[in-house]
């Protein structure tokens, strides 16, 4: 059966701002963003409607870099890196992951690949001091 996802113009604020954004933006990021043009948006709502868009997978969940989920607009398949130091999340290129046999633990739906360490921005900074 076919479903078309039709989203209030809430929702579609929401799924726009993490769209356009290639910050990896958090609930509280796309939250801030999104307030001062609709004064009655609340936390809760963002947090809800990106729970939906993962559902619907339309966003991707990047992982949880100090405290907070970051989100993806792009769910093409692609890695990711993470700097420990300011919580910045680049983009990679996809990478090619030799899959082990699945059997004993169950039935895999997609893999991704995070990468940790010291941005680029934070190494400078860290060579001034
Ligand atoms: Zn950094
Ligand atoms: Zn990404």
Redo the contacts with the bound molecule.
């Keep these: 059966m076919e479903r078309v996802t039709r989203y209030s113009p809430k929702r579609q604020a929401i799924l726009e701002c993490i769209c356009s954004a290639d910050c ?1 933006p958090s609930a509280e990021w796309v939250y801030a963003m999104l307030k001062p043009q609709i004064p009655d948006l609340s936390l809760a709502t963002v947090y809800r409607n990106l729970a939906r868009f993962r559902e619907d997978g339309v966003v ?1 969940a ?1 992982g949880n870099v100090d405290g907070q989920e970051r989100y ?1 607009g ?1 769910t093409a398949p ?1 890695s ?1 890196f993470i700097c420990r130091e300011c919580g910045k ?1 680049s ?1 990679l290129p996809a990478i090619e992951v030799a899959v082990p046999n699945m059997a004993t633990v169950g039935k895999s739906e997609g893999c991704s690949v995070t990468f940790y360490g010291c941005c680029n921005e934070c190494l400078e900074k860290t060579a001034q001091n």
């Design positions: 990896h991707l990047v993806d792009d692609h990711h999340v983009d």
